[in-house]
Structure formats: C-alpha cells, structure tokens
C-alpha cells in the first residue's frame, strides 16, 4: 500500500478559448497518509480546479494523479469507495430528514459505517428526524460533513467547510476534522481561515498562479519571513496625504531592521525582527516630520501575513467575496 494519500507529478489542466487559460501549471504534490493537509489560494490561483482534478470531476490536461494509490483512468470505482467530498454548497432535499439523507448517502457505499453513527460523530442525534429545511446553518455544514463521512473513507477532501458559520460552529467542525484524523485518516482541507490551516493543518501547500509557491508546515512558513513581529500603524487623517504617505515610506526605507514594508489603505505594515529597536526609531521619525499618530499595534507574525508576503492578498479579502456572492 502506498504510503501516501495523494501523489500528483506535473499536473497540469488548460482550458480551450482564444487565448486558451492555463489553470493548473505544472503542480507537483505529496500528501501522506494520516495527514491532515492545508491546500490555500486566491480566488483563480487554481485553487479549485486542482482540487476537482483530485476529486475525479475534472480530468486533466496533463499529468500524473494517485489517489490512495490508485488512478482514476484505473480504477475509479475504487477510488470513490474510498473517499469521502463535502464541498462549500451542498444542496440537499428540503423534504428528507437527517436520517433519511445519511441512509441515502450510505446506500453508495459498500463498506459504510452506520447512519446512527455518522450522526453521533457529528452530533446531530437530537436532529435524526428533523427536515433538512428546519436545520440551522451550522447543523446544514455538520450534516453535509457527515454525508461525506459515512461512507467511511480513508481520504477525506473538505472544502471551505466553515465558511460563513459563527465561531461555535466552527469549533464544533473543528472537533469533528481533528476525530477524523486521529483516526489515522487523510484529510485535504481548502479554506478562506488562516487560524483554521493553523490549528488543523499539519502541512499546508499555497497555489498562486496555477503553480505552489510554497509549502511546509505553519511554523516553518511563518519562519520563511525571517521577522517575528508585526508592526501597524496610521497617521492622522491630516496627515494621510499621498505627499505625507511618500514621505513616510521614504523614511522608513531608512530604518535598519525593516524586513519589509507594505502600504495599506489606511496605515502601514512593518515585518521586524527586534520591536525594541524598531518602534523608537519609528516614533522618533513621526515626530520629527510632525506626523500624528492615530494608531499603533504590534502582534506576533502569522501564516496570514506569509500569505499576504507571496500573494499581495489577503485571505480575509477572499472571504468576504464568497459570502458576498
């Protein structure tokens, strides 16, 4: 048995049109076993359209996939006994309960864990007769969750699954991927969450371009920054010209210690090493050119800002976009 999850070698998918699109560039991917795996991209990074691949919608243009050691031009029969999906929207009937719904999903499988036992892991017991339609939109998430789960799989594809939920819910789904894997289960987990990729991922992969331009786990990423601090601040809004934001950028080009500087629509981000070298030379260069200090924070560097860092976006930024779709 092959030890990993998923093996992907020079994956590549092309979309026809004048000029034709290249989705997917030449994406190479190891995910063993027992790992849950962090696959996060901007919205058209390739993101999506790699992850179908995976999940044997979309055949690709090229390229090697291996799914539990199978390939889908194989053995697809196999591979689907095998693995569970629950995408961002997952439309079920309004008129089936929750029992009635997980017995049907059950039906697809061979080798299926029972209906009462795919409630208790996601703890919807209470619910077994509930319509679909009375459910809340956490419970919804749990029961598409489940659906995916009961057919017992080894590899477990989750996509965006707590988009829109309110922090108890996620938590509580939260609970239910990390019982997966302690199980000894795979799973490849996409979201729009950084806290989420640092909580549950073990190893994530960053796609921008159709291509990985990272990958390692959170403390290693956050480690690539070579900076342990995040400084942000802003300026009066007398202040906030752009004359007065070129004055300041061209100033703190000159401070020893800045790793990088970013320029924000309403203040500055600094990534610094030492915050006790950098924050007096800072507050010593705003007074001096009579600057107005509106705002001031200082926090540890995250896996977010090594998103922003390779991609010049923010996470949060795609978010909002889906649930404002």
């Known amino acids: ?13 092309t979309y026809r049109g004048r000029p034709p699109v290249d989705a997917v560039c030449g994406i190479d991917l190891n995910v063993p076993r027992g790992m849950c795996f962090g696959f996060l991209g901007p919205n058209g990074a390739g993101k999506t359209t790699t992850i179908e691949i995976l999940e044997g919608i979309l055949s690709p243009t090229s390229g090697e996939v291996e799914i539990l ?11 689907r006994e095998r693995i569970g999906v629950s995408l961002q929207e997952t439309e079920l009937s309004d008129r089936l309960t929750v029992r009635e719904t997980l017995k049907l999903f059950r039906s697809f499988y061979r080798e299926a864990i029972s209906v009462e036992q795919a409630m208790q892991w ?103 920054l070579n900076a342990n601090h995040i400084i942000e601040f802003s300026v009066t809004e007398a202040d906030n010209t752009s004359h007065h934001r070129s004055l300041i950028a061209d100033e703190l080009h000159k401070i020893d210690g800045i790793r990088e500087m970013r320029e924000l629509d309403d203040r500055f981000q600094l990534t610094v090493d030492h915050l006790h070298l950098i924050l007096p030379a800072l507050t010593e260069m705003l007074s001096r050119h009579r600057f107005e200090l509106e705002q001031l924070s200082t926090r540890h560097a995250t896996l977010e800002d090594v998103f922003v860092h390779l991609t010049g976006r923010h996470l949060t930024d795609e978010v909002e976009a889906t649930v404002n779709a």
């Open 122 to 224: 996601v703890s919807l017991e209470e619910k077994a007769d509930t319509w679909i339609k009375k459910l809340s939109g956490g419970q919804k998430q749990r029961l598409a969750v489940a659906t995916a789960l009961v057919g017992n799989p080894e590899l477990l594809f989750l996509d965006e699954p707590t988009t829109g939920l309110d922090p108890t819910n996620r938590r509580q789904l939260w609970e239910i991927i990390r019982g997966f894997g302690e199980q000894g289960r795979t799973v490849l987990l996409t979201t729009h969450y950084m806290d989420e990729a640092e909580m549950l991922c073990e190893q994530i992969a960053i796609v921008d371009g159709g291509k990985i331009i990272a990958e390692g786990s959170p403390r290693e990423l956050v480690a690539s």
């Open 1 to 13: 048995m092959s030890e990993l999850a998923i093996k992907v070698r020079d994956l590549k998918k």
């Open 69 to 79: 050691g199978r390939r889908w031009d194989q053995d697809p029969q196999g591979i």
